[in-house]
């Protein structure tokens, strides 16, 4: 799996769009992009995924760039339930079912 | 949705004693769950890998003999830490694999069971 890159911790204004970036240079062409988010004392939360296009879904919005080296996670209207450590896990989708190597996350704070 | 059911949430046991926590997949049936631990603070690793019906396959630096694992049926799998020490203190959670042929890719993980050894 190609390894990733992401910052270890954000802080957002609650109501504002938190924008998650990802690093990923290495990842090969059939290899997604999944976002997974962890609450604190909670198990981790599947949250979106994609492969090249851009993806949206009820929780969050997934850009991917053209080259495919660097995503965003972009949650548009930021809660304080959103604070959480978020992961950026490169997978091929015939392995995104199997056991996932979580790195350090990204820890965003949404403040009041 | 795919929902994943541990329990107990929390258990405060003796050091000594033997602990099972319980991993069910409610409204799907689970042929692989993966069992991670979490210390205070760092990201989740992986212990094992619990197939239906065969032996679990353990991760380096795991013992098989302290972390028993049984995943009898499609919908329950158990973690038992045997005589249990204060080092085993840790947030363990499960997650379930679709099975193949629903059409999701995702892993769907329980709210975890915070152990704490005294």
């Known amino acids: 799996d190609a390894k990733t890159t992401q910052p270890p911790s954000m802080d957002c204004a609650e109501g504002r769009a938190a924008n998650l970036p990802c690093n990923h240079s290495t990842i090969s062409g059939n290899e997604y992009v999944y976002w997974y988010r962890q609450i604190h004392s909670q198990g981790p939360q599947y949250i979106i995924h994609?492969?090249?296009n851009n993806e949206t879904n009820e929780m969050a919005s997934l850009i991917i760039t053209e080259d495919r080296k660097s995503s965003t996670l972009i949650l548009p209207h930021a809660t304080l339930r959103d604070t959480a450590v978020y992961y950026c896990?490169?997978?091929?989708?015939?392995?995104?079912?199997?056991?996932?190597?979580f790195g350090g996350g990204t820890r965003l704070m949404v403040k009041p | 949705g795919a929902v994943v059911s541990q329990h107990p949430s929390r258990v405060i046991c003796k050091s000594g004693t033997s602990v099972k926590i319980e991993c069910r997949s409610l409204d799907f049936q689970a042929t692989t769950m993966f069992w991670y631990r979490q210390f205070p603070k760092q990201s989740l690793m992986l212990m094992a890998t619990?197939?239906?019906?065969?032996?679990?396959?353990?991760e380096q630096g795991v013992e098989k003999d302290k972390f028993l694992i049984n995943h009898a049926s499609l919908t329950l799998s158990t973690l038992t830490v045997t005589s249990a020490h204060p080092e085993d203190s840790s947030f363990y959670i499960c997650?379930?694999?679709?099975?193949?042929?629903?059409?999701?890719?995702?892993?769907?993980f329980g709210a975890g069971s915070r152990l704490t050894v005294l």
């Open positions: 997650s379930a694999r679709l099975r193949k042929g629903s059409g999701a890719n995702v892993l769907t």
């Open positions: 896990i490169v997978r091929v989708v015939e392995n995104a079912g199997n056991m996932l190597t």
């Open positions: 619990s197939n239906e019906g065969s032996k679990a396959t353990y």
């Open positions: 994609g492969l090249k």
